[in-house]
């Protein structure tokens, strides 16, 4: 499946923005979607420029609802058909939740779960009606236990993966491929953003992934429409023995990597 | 440890109201939280503890304030947090309205995370208190048909085991309740009757493992069974054979 168009969120910079380059590559034709305005723009020049692809530069904030619903309405315009929609925006907070900004957690959870669930509908909506389309929804590796001290940012991870293997099953015969990819360690600003640069840096080299991997990935994931993507050998071990372990030992686990990421 | 003063809740109703019976046979004073005060009312007059009767829609902002307000202060501080207020909607979610999505995600997660952001600073002061989660055995696998509500408990299950251990030593506990279908107007008619639980046995062990601390707890034995299957069968697997028992997938 080659895609047309592709609506892209938090494009300006990390995983997001190499899905952009690569979907680029493959000539597909872009909506980029990020807060950024001049990141944006200097993107979509780049890819023209490299690719001779089309971007749409498209500024919102998805934890604003009505920016969400611009960007739904662009995904369901059937003038300019989108037929792919990775929805990749998302940030994590660190620290005790009782000491964390409850607003900002909120923000979180309306960036990482609502507007994901919002787009997710306009596509799913859009596509069924249209017999083809790809819905890729990135999650994370925290999707598979409990993280203290991150305990809000897994707990919107494992609703996406939860989430989108539902769906994935529900699309199943529309011609709707639905996939959830979970990155591990990704050299990215995520670590940054979330303030836990220094116990990132500790973390043994073969964790680390750069995003042109991920990426490739999940588009060879959403190609074949498969349910679940985790790139990287390390992640894969991780995901499998997270799966085949019962909840009570993974949360001790949980309990004890606090010393790496309890603030 | 046995609490003094809980707050429930969607106590109207099914779970919600079987654990605040349950609270109140053990001596424990309530306050009762949902959208319809004659019910509240109602469930006052039955208990022979004191219950202050909060009537708030925890899908607006201004009922959670109200009840926000209510965990940080007053004079009788509450020691028991019992987030059970919850809503489904079953069906395929590109053909279900997304308003009700929405919702969805407001009352089980959204209400959860603020209600629990309220308590805990009281609670840590005091060294003393417990936060439960009314979350389902649907956080266990993904659910074809029930894909958003599936996802609102997976995302109350890792959060209160997450707090369980963020909270170690502090004199205050989270736990994870975790019951299978169970016999309440919540599940309506649409499962057969002979997979469904009593709610008061739920209610029990609900209370019981807040009492102890303990992280989670499945209620039912085929539940239990089910809780084993997810916890050595990939996702993908038990998340094929849900879809395949719904009919859909």
Known sequence: ?263 | MSFERALVTGASAGIGRAIAVELAGRGTDLVAVARRQELLEELADEVPVDVEVLPADLASEEGLSRVEERLRGGDAPIDLLVNNAGASDMGRFAKLDVDRAELQIELNCVAAVRLTHAALPGMRARRRGAVLFTSSTASFQPLPALAVYGATKAFLTSFGQALHEELKSTGVTSTVLCPGFTDTDFVGDAIPEQILMDVEPVARAAVDAAEKGRAQVTTGIGNKVHAAAAAVLPGGALGKLAGKALGIG
């Open chain 1, 1 to 263: 499946m080659t895609f047309l168009r592709a609506v892209v969120t938090g494009a300006s910079a990390g995983i997001g923005r190499e899905f952009a380059r690569q979907l680029a590559q493959r000539g597909t034709d872009l909506v980029l979607v990020a807060r950024s305005r001049d990141k944006l723009e200097e993107l979509a020049d780049e890819l023209e420029v490299a690719h001779g692809v089309t971007s749409e530069v498209s500024v919102a904030d998805l934890t604003m609802p009505g920016d969400v619903a611009r960007i739904a309405d662009r995904i369901a315009d059937d003038e300019r058909p989108v037929d792919l929609v990775v929805n990749n925006a998302g940030f994590g907070t660190r620290g005790r939740f009782d000491q964390l900004a409850v607003d900002r957690e909120l923000q979180e959870v309306d960036l990482n779960v609502r507007a994901v669930v919002r787009l997710s509908h306009a596509a799913a909506a859009t596509m069924v009606r249209r017999g083809e389309g790809g819905i890729l929804n990135v999650s994370s590796m925290a999707a598979y236990q409990p993280i203290p001290y991150f305990a809000t940012y897994a707990a919107t991870k494992a609703f996406v993966t939860s989430f989108t293997q539902a769906l994935h099953e529900e699309l199943k015969r529309t011609g709707v491929h639905v996939t959830v990819l979970g990155p591990g360690f990704t050299k990215t600003d995520f670590a940054e953003a979330a303030g836990a640069t220094g116990e990132a840096s500790r973390l043994p080299d073969p964790l680390w992934m750069e995003p042109g991997p991920v990426v490739a990935a999940g588009l060879k994931g959403i190609e074949k429409n498969q349910a679940t993507v985790i790139p990287g050998w390390a992640n894969q071990l991780t995901a499998t023995v997270a799966d085949f372990t019962p909840s009570t030992i993974t949360r001790r686990i949980a309990g004890f990597s606090r010393r790496f990421t309890s603030p």
